[in-house]
Structures are given as structure tokens and as C-alpha cells.
């Protein structure tokens, strides 16, 4: 976009992005929920050009929620069709760009072919280092802390953690994303101001960006502009904004800046 200059912005490490109106899209046009589906993978498809070539780190898609198998079954199977054709097609080429493929989310539930498709994927990839993509798929955010909750209750159980060594950091270490920095902004697309069991946890002091636009028509500039807003807002972590500034000013000084 020619009107953001993107050596001048501070840009998030982490974006996720709640990647809503697909089927309002595909309704508009008076066609069927699924049509939308279809060009929202072109929309993710620019989506992850753009991480990639603006240097951000992490690109967490929300895909398929755990919720999301209560929908009609003709849109379910179609949502998976394209999950499995999108990941046919399209890994070779995030892997020659460097990318590193995660799917994140109680896997078990998919077919022993998408299974083996993600698995293949996430091996193919996992030593890329230009962007890391991690595909929210039947991922709920109260699963992924019930499933953190579960594995430190096992440890206990197997007497490698005492109860009282039970921190904030020890079940962080047991959620999704654990390895990576927690997302810094999280955009919605689709009008909705809400989360809808998106990363819970991770989410606890992202900057949230909502856009109107429906997600197929999430393009570079759309992505630009949230990007552009997120590096304008000061981010306090509890703190005031004086000391904020302080510890900025405090930085520079030590750092020689
Ligand atoms: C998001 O678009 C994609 C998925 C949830 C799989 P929707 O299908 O929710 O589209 P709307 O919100 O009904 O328009
Ligand atoms: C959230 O969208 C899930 C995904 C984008 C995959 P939904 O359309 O399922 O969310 P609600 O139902 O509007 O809260
Ligand atoms: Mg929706």
C-alpha cells in the first residue's frame, strides 16, 4: 500500500486472525455458504503472502472451531474437503518460501487421511524459518487450556510435578503456540466483536483489531491498515503510561539508540 511505509511501523511478531464471512460473502452473491469457503482460501492465501514478505513471524488462522462441527453436515464435509485439497496444493509452495506448517487442535477428530495429510505437512516443513503459519483447526480455546490442565494433573499423577510447582508459566508451557510469542494482534474480519473460544490464554493482552470486511475480501491493504493501527497504540501491560514511556526512554539509553 503506498500510503503506509512499513520500514517507519512497529510490527506485531504475532497476528492471529479470526477469519469470519465467508458464508455472508457467498450469501450476498446469492450463492451457497460453501462458495464462500472456496474464495475465503484465496483470501488466506494472500494473507499469508503478505506476512510473510512484511517479515511477522507467526500467522495463527482460525479455520474450523470446535463449535464449528455443529453446522449443517453438507457444509462440514465441504470445509474439510477444502482443508485437505488447500494442504495438497498449496504446501510445496509454502515450503519452498520457507514457511513452517502447524495445525493446531484436537486433531483425532479428522479422517485418517487429513490426519496423515497435516502430519505430512508439518514434517515437510518443520525446519523453515520465514514464517511460522499455524492453522487453528477444531481448536477451541477452552479445549486447548482443559487439555494443558490435563497433561500437568498426568505429570502430577506421575509424580514428575509437585502440585505446588503449578505456575502460570508450567501450563503455558502445556498450551498450542507454547514455543512461540504470544500473538500481539488479533484481527476479526466479518463485523462481530467477539472471540468465539479463539486462543484464550495467548490472547490476554493482544490488541484486537475488528474489520468489517467480509473475510474473502481481506486483501493486502485491509491486512496493511490493521497493521498500521496496531502499531500506533501504546501497549501498557498493567502498567501507567508514564512508565511506559520511561522504560521506552530507559531502553534507548542502554541500547546506545
Ligand atoms: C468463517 O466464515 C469460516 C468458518 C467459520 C469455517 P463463516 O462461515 O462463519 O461466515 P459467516 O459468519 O456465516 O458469514
Ligand atoms: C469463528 O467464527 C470461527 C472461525 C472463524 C473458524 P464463527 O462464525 O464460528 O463464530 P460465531 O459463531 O459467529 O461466534
Ligand atoms: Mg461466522
Known amino acids: 500500500m503506498d500510503t503506509i511505509d512499513f520500514e517507519q511501523l512497529r ?9 469470519d464471512g465467508n458464508g455472508r460473502w ?5 450463492k451457497h455458504r460453501t462458495f464462500g469457503h472456496k474464495a ?11 506476512a510473510r514478505q512484511k517479515g ?13 462441527w455443529k453446522r449443517p453436515e453438507q457444509e462440514v464435509s465441504v470445509l474439510m474437503d ?4 488447500v494442504l495438497k496444493r498449496e504446501v510445496k509452495k509454502l515450503h519452498k518460501h520457507q514457511v513452517r506448517v502447524r495445525v493446531v487442535g484436537d486433531k483425532r477428530a479428522f479422517s485418517a ?27 477451541g480455546g477452552r479445549w486447548d487450556i482443559t487439555q494443558a490442565a490435563k497433561q ?13 510447582d503449578i505456575s502460570e508459566d508450567k501450563l503455558a508451557e502445556q498450551l498450542c503456540l507454547a514455543e512461540q510469542p504470544a500473538p500481539d494482534l488479533l484481527i476479526r474480519t466479518g463485523g462481530e466483536h467477539r472471540v468465539s473460544n479463539f486462543l484464550l490464554w495467548q490472547l490476554a ?40 514511556q520511561q522504560a521506552i526512554l530507559d531502553t534507548d539509553v542502554t541500547s546506545g539508540e
Not at 490426519?115 to 477444531?138: K, S, V
Request: net charge negative; charged share 20%; glycine share 4%.
Open 11 to 19: 510490527l506485531p511478531k504475532h497476528v492471529a486472525i479470526i477469519m
Open 26 to 30: 457467498a450469501q450476498l452473491r446469492g
Open 40 to 50: 475465503g482460501a484465496e483470501a488466506v492465501r494472500r494473507a499469508v503472502t503478505f
Open 56 to 68: 511477522i513471524q507467526s500467522l495463527t488462522l482460525f479455520a474450523f472451531s470446535s463449535e464449528n
Open 82 to 85: 477444502l482443508f485437505f485439497t
Open 113 to 139: 487421511k487429513l490426519q496423515q495429510r497435516i502430519n505430512e505437512a508439518e514434517q515437510l516443513t518443520e525446519n523453515n524459518t520465514a514464517l511460522t503459519l499455524n492453522i487453528a483447526a477444531n481448536y
Open 152 to 164: 500437568l494433573a498426568s505429570d502430577v499423577q506421575e509424580g514428575k510435578l509437585g502440585l505446588d
Open 205 to 244: 493482552y493482544a490488541e484486537f483489531y475488528f474489520a468489517d470486511v467480509l473475510w474473502p475480501d481481506f486483501d493486502e491493504q485491509a491486512f496493511a491498515r490493521a497493521v498500521a493501527d496496531f502499531s500506533c497504540r501504546e501497549r501498557r501491560f498493567g502498567l501507567t503510561s508514564e512508565q511506559v
